[in-house]
């Protein structure tokens, strides 16, 4: 099993012990209620580093909903053995005191990028994000990380915090895993019904099928009231965005010129999902 640990300066220690041994630190920053994933930023953390930590931390800064936080999953045994068999060395795991002790007094927000499709809809959740990353950084001192493409806009956003403040960590972002419905794998999808799991991939269906039609020539904006309309008629009761933007910038494009990505959240039986996908 891997070594649990909750405290920073325990966790300073042994990592300042790798490290004098010449071992690559990679961290996993994770909110726990692992799937496969998850695992699958593991396994890449396992091939480029000699030791891997994951960190399972349910944030309350990047809540905007407090009932979002309070049924958020917390599954921390099943964790710690899904990771036993993949040579996790440490899952660092600290109560809310160590990550904000009292006088915690710093936000770091990302401008630009953080604004749109995420940053809109769920205001507060970058800023609450990037700063806990940023202490993530500062407290395992890891040289790699690995996050999911599923959250796109948030491994944009991650990337620019570590080339605007000159972190010392080289950041991976890793596909998106899927059922074999489509559906992006998420922590949230063990909140959905079963009427809603059958819905669900429809968000998927509906993106690559958008996708295909703006390859083949469709006007951006028809192919995405048709995409809306999809998801709405599959049984979704809200599409908050769904949206072609620039990969990196993530503004705005009506045409594909350079990296493009589509990105969609859309709410299904109280549950709030996400996806994107390269078009
Ligand atoms: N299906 C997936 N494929 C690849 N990476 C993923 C997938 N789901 C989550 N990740 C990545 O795992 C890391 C931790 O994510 P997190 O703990 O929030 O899990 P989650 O399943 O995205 O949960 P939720 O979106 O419900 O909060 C993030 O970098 C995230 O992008
Ligand atoms: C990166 C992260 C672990 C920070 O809390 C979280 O946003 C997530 O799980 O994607
Ligand atoms: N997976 C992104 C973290 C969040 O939903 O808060």
């Not at 401008?111 to 499709?117: E, N």
């Not at 074999?180 to 059958?198: C, E, I, T, V, W």
């Not at 819905?199 to 295909?212: D, I, K, N, V």
Request: charge should be neutral; include cysteine; proline fraction near 5%.
């Amino acid at each position: 099993m891997p070594q649990i640990v909750r405290d920073v300066s325990q966790l300073r220690a042994i990592v300042a012990g790798w490290k004098a041994g010449g071992d690559a630190v990679g961290v996993v920053p994770t909110m726990g209620a692992l799937h496969e994933g998850h695992l699958s930023l593991v396994r890449a953390a396992k091939i480029d580093c000699a030791r891997v930590i994951v960190t399972i931390f349910v944030n309350p800064k990047q809540f905007n909903a407090a009932e979002d936080l309070q049924k958020y999953p917390r599954t921390e045994e099943a964790d710690a053995a899904l990771l036993a068999p993949l040579g996790v060395d440490v899952i660092f795991a600290p109560p809310a005191e160590a990550v904000y002790p009292p006088g915690f007094a710093t936000t770091i927000s990302v401008t630009g990028i953080s604004g749109p499709l995420e940053g809109a809809h769920r205001p507060g959740h970058f800023d609450g994000m990037v700063t806990v990353v940023a202490k993530l950084f500062g407290m395992t001192a890891a040289d790699r990380a690995y996050f999911g493409q599923k959250d796109w806009q948030q491994l944009q956003v991650v990337q620019r915090l570590v080339a605007d403040l000159n972190l010392a960590v080289k950041i991976t972002g890793c596909e998106t895993i899927r059922e074999a419905d489509g559906l992006a794998m998420s922590s949230r999808n063990g909140q959905l019904s079963a009427k809603a799991r059958a819905c669900a991939p429809a968000l998927h269906t509906a993106m690559q099928r958008a996708g295909a039609a703006i390859r083949g020539g469709a006007p951006v904006p028809i192919a995405m009231r048709a995409a809306r309309a999809e998801v709405l008629a599959a049984g979704f009761d809200e599409v908050e965005y769904i949206e072609l933007r620039s990969a990196v910038m993530l503004e705005r494009v009506s045409r594909l010129d350079g990296p493009v990505r589509m990105l969609a959240a859309a709410m299904i039986g109280g549950v709030r999902l996400i996806d994107n996908i390269a078009v």
